[in-house]
């Protein structure tokens, strides 16, 4: 995988082995694994153009996931709407959500931004538990349809998969080809300096307004593809641990990198999953794992995995000489 | 020295007769979901601790058609999502040939669709009614829906001439379908709700509701939700000084609640509970007698601790799958499935299971007995 | 049952519950002025508090009196020990990598709060003995005069000790500008360590002197952590009289809007005034606003 350069390289390289990836799957189990991975790595993306890019932290992220899943359920479940016109509806709508909580919101910084991005999340949380009559209430909301488009419909999880990772490297390319335009730059100034970004006629307001409604928009994306094939939506997907869960994937994974993203959120859908065998353990490992990796990949994992595959050639260069290539260590 | 190589010896023929066995018979490989951990792990736990002594004792007893029992146990810790990944590594990796729980009634629709696709059984332990209803080919379920209990306590409430209730109910799904039921069979039952409160699952206070409850002219309030919950709203009736009688639903029906209330909080409260947690109180020539006192006998022996309601949903859930097996003497699913649907009489723990065509719960109210907590125990009434 | 003594009632439980908010978001207050850090391990010393309270009680038969400094104790050294450990090796890098360390580390906690006591719930008996005290119609338990009274002492406490010890003087001064307070002659580090004794010890308090009115398991400290993040930010971030007011309104907030307003919406309704006052004030009531970012 490209890392460093190479960036068409690496997007093709990652196209193919996603494509070829449920081939070698020992049994489907693991294509549910990456489908929900695939979720998570849309949403990760999204968030992490917000919080690596322009360095706005959101708490919660997952109600837009949620609000896109529940209003394609509704639309489409009760109102029994066709399922592109739900999937239209409901990243429309929570586009909009967003754009209006993000005018307000975006004012607050650093930690204000967090508690306001918190609470607009346990605000849109609780609706989804108290609405009974139109979302099911607690217990949730059944009899959703599968996801159909001109009368195709994607039933078994090896189609899914190649809609979901197809969205996801749809999204990726977008999102790669937006951090390295001007608007890019911006951003990135934006989270240098603000201020300095502003006196330079960054209009910084709209940038971080953009960047927050295109993320939502991302994580809408993820939320219609869930709702899709869950079958099945309730509050408890979406609350404020996804939101927390969201942005620890964005930090281990690496700020401001989207492979990054790709890798935090694959590795934080798999851990779980690996860690079932040891139950009742799995949750002090799980916690422990994160802290050493936090401690010890200070560039999240994106970064540690390009130290490893460059000290991997250094020693593959110093061939015969034997001696250790450095260690990844500090910055 | 010598006796130490012999008891060595005699171990390692032991593990080999035990290989042996194993290999001559393939094992039944039956899947289960319990959220052992996160808000519902007071369902999970017990549940997960229950099917694993099944699996000891059934094996000790020479398994079912001759071929042990193999149970694997996955936590959806109460997470909807986390139930589905769950679910498709038992079908698709386990391969079991059916499945018991999960322990949440979200978890279990959730994974319902997976279920009908792999054309598998699954005997959930979860209330809602909305499981087997509409009846699903694939779905069973143990415990009693929650319209059951809500009939008991408005005949009960009625009988003592109650006609106006306040209710105060759990914002999760327990409490939610509660609520629902509630609503529902007031009028059936002559009943006006008067006030129709709801609070956290998570929190600590809940005098603002009974406060305002105070201020109507309820004749009784009836609580929906599992602990610790209802025992906060015990305490904080008492502080309050409201004499209304208190109804819990089944939720709170284990020692723990009133544990948790304090005994002279939780004197005079009234629950529609499974005969599981007043055993002693059922008379000896009661058929679910013997399965009670010895699933308790069992459980409290192994894990040194009060068995809970919840565990006998995963007991019966276990049980019925056996009983179903042996039956249609095949462990293959769709074999499984309709010898399940022609279980007729069968006593358990939760009460006698008569499912049929149209019935996949089974029970009726006769599963319920309404109990009063009297001095930090359960009194049975007639 | 008066309209007036109902309003009482209201606002007596949204203080009994408020000062819980409060006491968890002192803590977190702590720790952010000299660190800049959002421990979100915060709510996890709360609950540990009160777990250990009980299992003194009832694996080592402490009687209550001493149970509770001993819990207060163990939970300020698990507060130190979770600086020294993942911390203070990790000093100069991002506050985000270190708000996710102590993501890791609520989990870490919980998981071990889980596997040692279990997944139940608990109860410790009230400090004192005696029925619930009748005022105007309202009423209070007992425990809840120990609440606030605890808790007006540790505020009284807190300012005593900012404003005349040198310790206190020197962790103001690591919160105002750390490069210059080492510069000062100040070891951050060791300023470091006693803002997480600190804020443990504040954090377990609240949960012991809590558990005999709210009970406690070991997933409390979820829900704990989020509101008392709220009650800080709701009276200005690094502002610990701010912070304990925060904590105090949102919980009158909440009450409030379960009596009047609705029952199942009663934190939306708390959230909502929370976001409006935001929009308003963007740094709290008693916060000074200053630029941050991530």
């Given at each position: 995988m490209g890392f460093r350069g190479g960036h068409n390289a690496g997007v093709l390289a990652f196209a193919v082995a996603a494509a070829l990836v449920p081939f070698a799957l020992p049994n489907d189990y693991y294509l549910t694994v990456l489908i929900v991975g695939g979720f998570h790595t849309i949403l990760v993306i999204g968030l992490n153009l917000l919080?690596?890019?322009?360095g706005q932290v959101s708490l919660g992220h997952a109600a837009f996931y949620g609000l896109a899943a529940y209003t394609t359920g509704i639309l489409t479940g009760t109102h029994q709407w066709p399922v592109p016109a739900g999937i239209a509806v409901a990243l429309a709508l929570s586009t909009a959500v967003a754009w209006l909580i993000a005018v307000p919101t975006l004012k607050l910084r650093g930690n204000y931004l967090a508690m306001g991005t918190l609470g607009f999340g346990i605000i849109v949380y609780i609706v989804f538990n108290e609405a009974t009559s139109l979302t099911g209430g607690p217990s949730g909301f059944t009899g959703i349809p599968k996801l159909s488009f001109a009368g195709k419909v994607f039933s078994s999880d090896r189609e899914y998969y190649y809609v979901v990772w197809g969205a996801v490297l749809l999204l990726l390319v977008l999102s790669q080809n937006l951090v390295r335009s001007r608007m890019g730059r911006a951003l990135r100034a934006i989270h240098t300096s603000e201020t300095a970004a502003a006196v330079l006629g960054v209009d910084t307001n709209r940038y971080k307004i953009f960047v927050f409604v295109l993320s939502a928009f991302y994580a809408a994306v993820a939320g219609v593809l869930y709702a899709h094939y869950v079958t099945f939506v309730s509050p408890g997907s979406f609350g404020f641990h996804t939101s927390v869960q969201l942005v620890t994937m964005v930090v281990l994974g690496g700020m401001a990198s989207i492979w990054g993203a790709v890798l935090g959120a694959l590795f934080l859908t798999f851990l779980p999953e690996a860690l079932r065998a040891i139950e009742n353990f799995d949750i002090l490992v799980y916690g422990a794992i994160l802290i050493l990796c936090m401690m010890f990949l200070p560039g999240g994992l994106a970064d540690g995995a390009r130290k490893g595959w460059d000290a991997a050639a250094g020693l593959v260069r110093r061939g015969t000489h034997g001696a250790g290539a450095g260690k990844g260590g500090g910055r | 020295m010598h006796s130490k190589a012999i008891a060595c010896l005699i171990a390692l023929a032991v593990l080999a007769g035990a290989a042996a066995t194993g290999a001559a018979a393939e094992p039944i490989r039956i899947g289960a979901i319990f959220?052992?951990?996160?808000?519902a792990s007071f369902l999970g736990e017990p549940e997960r601790n229950t099917v694993k002594m099944l699996e000891e004792s059934i094996n000790k007893g020479g398994g079912v058609l001759g071929r042990p029992v193999e149970i694997v146990v996955y936590d959806d810790e109460t997470d909807a999502t986390k139930a589905v990944t769950a679910v498709d590594r038992l079908l698709k990796k386990d391969r079991v040939v059916a499945v018991v729980g999960p322990s949440t009634s979200g978890s279990t629709l959730a994974i319902v669709p997976k279920i009908e696709e792999a054309k598998i059984p699954l005997v959930s332990c979860a209330a809602a009614k909305k499981i087997v209803d509409p009846v699903k080919k694939w779905v069973f379920k143990t415990p009693q829906s929650d319209e059951l209990a809500v009939k008991r306590i408005y005949q009960y409430a009625a009988k003592n001439g109650i006609k106006k209730v306040a209710i105060i109910t759990a914002s999760d799904a327990f409490g939610a379908a509660g609520r629902e039921e509630l609503k529902a069979l007031a009028a059936d039952a002559g009943i006006a709700i008067v006030a129709d409160e709801v609070y956290g699952p998570k929190d600590t206070d809940m005098t603002a509701q009974l406060t305002k409850i105070k201020g109507t002219d309820a004749q009784a309030i009836v609580c929906w939700g599992t602990n610790p919950g209802p025992a906060v709203i015990a305490r904080n009736r008492v502080q309050l000084g409201i004499k209304t009688p208190l109804y819990m639903s089944h939720g709170v029906a284990s020692p723990k609640f009133i544990e948790l209330a304090g005994a002279a909080n939780a004197e005079g409260i009234l629950l529609p509970a499974g005969r599981l947690i007043s055993e002693p109180q059922v008379p000896a020539g009661h058929p679910q007698k013997k399965i009670l006192a010895g699933y308790i006998k069992d459980y409290e022996t192994k894990f040194k601790q009060p068995v809970s309601t919840f565990g006998g949903y995963a007991y019966d859930a276990i049980m019925l799958l056996v009983q179903a097996i042996q039956t249609a003497k095949s462990a293959e699913p769709a074999a499984i499935r309709d010898a399940l649907e022609k279980i007729k009489g069968y006593n358990a723990t939760t009460g006698e299971f008569n499912f049929s065509e149209k019935d996949h719960n089974g029970l009726t109210e006769e599963a319920f007995v309404m109990v009063r907590i009297t001095k930090g125990d359960w009194e049975m009434l007639k | 049952m008066t309209a007036a003594s109902a309003l009482l009632q209201y606002v007596i439980s949204g203080v009994t519950v408020g000062a819980t908010y409060g006491l968890t978001a002192l803590g977190f207050t702590v720790i952010y002025n000299t660190?800049?850090?959002?421990?979100?391990a915060q709510g996890e010393f709360v609950m540990l508090g009160g777990m250990l309270a009980v299992f003194a009680l009832r694996w080592g038969g402490v009687p209550l009196p001493l149970a509770v400094p001993l819990a207060v104790l163990i939970v300020t050294a698990v507060g130190v020990l979770v600086d020294r450990v993942t911390i203070r090796p990790m000093r100069g890098r991002s506050t985000l990598t270190l708000i996710i360390i102590t993501i890791g580390m609520s989990i870490l906690l919980r998981g071990g709060a889980m596997l040692l006591f279990g997944k139940d719930t608990f109860s410790l008996p009230a400090f004192s003995p005696g029925g619930p005290i009748e005022i105007g119609g309202a009423t209070v338990l007992p425990q809840t005069l120990w609440v606030v009274g605890i808790t007006l002492l540790t505020v009284a406490g807190m300012k005593v000790f900012f404003e005349r010890t040198l310790s206190g003087k020197a962790m103001l001064a690591c919160a105002c500008d750390r490069k210059a307070a080492s510069l000062m002659g100040i070891h951050v580090d060791s300023m470091v360590t006693l803002s997480f004794a600190f804020s443990a010890l504040v954090g377990a308090l609240g949960g012991v002197i809590l558990a005999p009115i709210t009970l406690t398991a070991y997933d409390v400290g979820i829900l704990l952590g989020v509101k008392g993040f709220a009650a800080c930010i709701l009276g200005g971030l690094g502002n610990p009289f701010g912070a304990v007011v925060g904590g105090v309104i949102l919980g009158v907030l909440e009450s409030l809007g379960a009596g009047l307003v609705s029952s199942g919406y009663k934190d939306a309704v708390a959230f909502v005034i929370l976001l409006g006052l935001l929009f308003v004030r963007p740094s709290g009531l008693f916060g000074a606003s200053r630029a941050e970012r991530v």
């Open positions: 919080m690596g890019y322009a | 959220s052992v951990t996160g808000p | 660190t800049e850090i959002i421990n979100f």
